[in-house]
Structures are given as C-alpha cells and as structure tokens.
Nanobody, 119 residues
Framework: QVQLVESGGGLVQPGGSLRLSCAAS????????MAWYRQAPGKQRDVVAR???????NYADSVKGRFTISRDNAKNTVYLQMNSLKPEDTAVYYC?????????????WGQGTRVTVSS
C-alpha cells in the first residue's frame, strides 16, 4: 500500500510563512511528478505547484514569487515553502504524486493539511 502523509499546516498571520511536507511511503519503485493542490471552502481543488522528477517546476499565477516547491528524492518527500501568505491562501492543501509501485502506475493523494491565514 502507498501512503502520502502531509504535515506543516496551521494558523499563520498575513505576511507569515509556513512549510508543508509530504512524505510518500509503501512499495514504491519510482516517483514521477509531484504536486501540491489546494481547495478553499466552496471551491474546486486547484493545482498550486508541480515539480517533475528532474526538478522542473511550475506554479499557479496566484503564488508565483511567494511559494517554492522542492523535493528530496532520497526521502520520497515533496515540500512547499509558502511565504508572504495572504488570507486568500486559506485552504486545505493536498499533495499528489504520480508513482510506480511493484504492481502498477497511478496517481495518489494525501489526506490534506489545513492552512489558515488570518489575523
């Protein structure tokens, strides 16, 4: 079984920073792209940032220059450094990974971690 476990969410004031982590575990052979999504109340889940296996990144326009995605392939972990946070960044953040197990290839999701930006 594969698990993606996020951590690092919480309450932060506007202008503050948080670092999210997502560790993948299980019978993983290899991991291709990894990504962070977010879903605000009443809205659809949207991609925030994505990183390829080689380290190429892309970001939603709303977070460019404020958020940085990175990964540690040795630890099967993806990170999201979030700076200059705004109230509109409030959402549940989910990590996502396209990975190959011993039996198949598929897309897996974490359970989500809540980020609240408020004074």
């Amino acid at each position: 079984q594969v698990q993606l476990v996020e951590s690092g969410g919480g309450l932060v004031q506007p202008g503050g920073s948080l670092r999210l982590s997502c560790a993948a575990s299980g019978n993983i052979v290899s991991i291709d792209a990894m990504a962070w999504y977010r879903q605000a109340p009443g809205k659809q889940r949207d991609v925030v940032a994505r990183i390829s296996s080689s380290g190429s990144t892309n970001y939603a326009d709303s977070v460019k220059g404020r958020f940085t995605i990175s990964r540690d392939n040795a630890k099967n972990t993806v990170y999201l450094q979030m700076n200059s946070l705004k109230p509109e960044d409030t959402a549940v953040y989910y990590c996502n990974a396209d990975l190959r197990t011993t039996g198949s290839f598929g897309t897996y999701w974490g359970q989500g971690t809540r980020v609240t930006v408020s004074s």
